[in-house]
T-cell receptor, first 112, second 114 residues
């Protein structure tokens, strides 16, 4: 079993839709959770970062973590064509020095 | 502000050839990383360097070597390329390599081994 599982999609939605992207992980030792966005032919860039269970908002983006279920989500409200990208979840353990475990990535397309 | 710069952007090798992928960062970061990205596999850590003068293996180190040349530069060498090493390679850096120090990625080197 992979340490983190992410539905690879692809996911296609109309502009303005609410998007839900999800990952599950297997080891409760993971303590912090990130979402990276990767545009075509580019490197990933950090979008959201959280340690704790619950919700964290940043503009149209909300990261949600449920440690009891080992489930993390990224919600995008009022999705825009510019949100079309691959979204990767990443998880890490304390004191592991940036050695993240990445999900496979979900390819999102937002149609005008 | 260049961030993390990788060269070359594209490369085609024949099986058995060698090459070095170059990475440099101008953010005064202490930690640097090499990842490979394959369809359906996500990003997997090859090697990392927590600080200048140190290197350690990641999840998939076989077939690769690294050199942390100085604080700015971290190179990845393929001594005898194999088709299984066809991938997109990303270099990343972080300020401290601790939990709250996000990774900054370059734009990748696309390598094909025939």
């Amino acid at each position: 079993q992979k340490e983190v599982e992410q539905d690879p999609g692809p996911l296609s939605v109309p502009e303005g839709a609410i998007v839900s992207l999800n990952c599950t992980y297997s080891n409760s030792a993971f303590q912090y959770f990130m979402w990276y966005r990767q545009y075509s032919r580019k490197g990933p860039e950090l979008l959201m970062y959280t340690y704790s269970s619950g919700n964290k908002e940043d503009g149209r983006f909300t990261a949600q973590v449920d440690k009891s279920s080992k489930y993390i989500s990224l919600f995008i409200r009022d999705s825009q064509p510019s949100d079309s990208a691959t979204y990767l979840c990443a998880i890490g353990r304390n004191n592991q020095g940036g050695k993240l475990i990445f999900g496979q990535g979900t390819e999102l397309s937002v149609k005008p | 502000n260049a961030g993390v710069t990788q060269t070359p952007k594209f490369q085609v090798l024949k099986t058995g050839q060698s090459m070095t992928l170059q990475c440099a960062q101008d953010m005064n970061h202490n930690s640097m990383y090499w990842y490979r990205q394959d369809p359906g596999m996500g990003l997997r850590l090859i090697y990392y360097s927590a600080s200048e003068g140190t290197t350690d293996k990641g999840e998939v180190p076989n077939g690769y070597n690294v050199s942390r040349l100085n604080k700015r530069e971290f190179s990845l060498r393929l001594e005898s390329a194999a088709p299984s090493q066809t991938s997109v390679y990303f270099c990343a850096s972080s300020f401290t390599g601790t939990d709250d120090s996000p990774l900054h990625f370059g734009n990748g080197t696309r390598l094909t081994v025939t």
